[in-house]
Structure formats: structure tokens, C-alpha cells
Nanobody, 124 residues
Framework: VQLQASGGGLVQAGGSLRLSCAAS????????MGWFRQAPGKEREFVAA????????HYADSGKGRFTISRDNAKNAVYLQMNSLKPEDTAVYYC??????????????????WGQGTLVTVSS
């Protein structure tokens, strides 16, 4: 199983980026797929996720109103549209997948599959 994240880069504050994550090796239609991020010297933190069965999104407060998660089950992919980026959004962004639960979990140890990460740098 492989999760391949892409779309990171350098952007000025206020700009936008769209991250993509393509999964292979198994289907994740009934799984929650999402994104975490890790800034230098900080712990990995939840960003957003979307359940597989209901397509229900959940966002960390830091991204509400600025980030939009979506997925294409036919392509086994998940996306993160990030608008109005801030310097504090600078981090390595990881895509991840976990079995659907009643509630979307924000705990990283609940997600068994991880991509390699894509770096997002937001300059001020």
C-alpha cells in the first residue's frame, strides 16, 4: 500500500496550494482519508479528514474556512485545497488513511497508512 502526496511548494502569504494524494495497493472507499502536518520542532497535528462512507469532512480549527478537503473514490485519491495561507501553515503535510469510525479521529496513532509528505512553505 502506498500513499503518494504531491502539490507542496513555496507560496506567499495569502496564496493558495492544492495538495493531492494518490493511493495504490488497495481501495480506500470505506476508509477515512485525510491530512496531518508537522512543522519544524513541533508534533504532528491533524489538519483535515473525510470519511469514506458518508464523505463527511472534519477540520482542525486552524484550517476552518480556509482549507477544503475532497476525495475522488474512483481515483482512490484525496485532495486538500488551501487558501489564504499563512506563514504558520508552513510544514510537511502528510496524507493518511484509517478505517471509518463513528467519529473522525484526530489522533495520528489511529491512522495505519501514511504518505511520504510534501513540504509547504509560506513566506511572509
Amino acid at each position: 500500500v502506498q500513499l503518494q502526496a504531491s502539490g507542496g511548494g513555496l507560496v506567499q502569504a495569502g496564496g493558495s496550494l492544492r495538495l493531492s494524494c494518490a493511493a495504490s495497493g488497495r481501495t480506500f472507499n470505506g476508509w477515512t482519508m485525510g491530512w496531518f502536518r508537522q512543522a519544524p520542532g513541533k508534533e504532528r497535528e491533524f489538519v483535515a479528514a473525510m470519511s469514506g462512507s458518508a464523505g463527511r469532512p472534519h477540520y482542525a480549527d486552524s484550517g476552518k474556512g480556509r482549507f477544503t478537503i475532497s476525495r475522488d473514490n474512483a481515483k482512490n485519491a484525496v485532495y486538500l485545497q488551501m487558501n489564504s495561507l499563512k506563514p504558520e501553515d508552513t510544514a510537511v503535510y502528510y496524507c493518511t488513511a484509517a478505517p471509518d469510525r463513528v467519529w473522525i479521529t484526530t489522533q495520528s496513532n489511529a491512522y495505519p497508512y501514511w504518505g511520504q509528505g510534501t513540504l509547504v512553505t509560506v513566506s511572509s
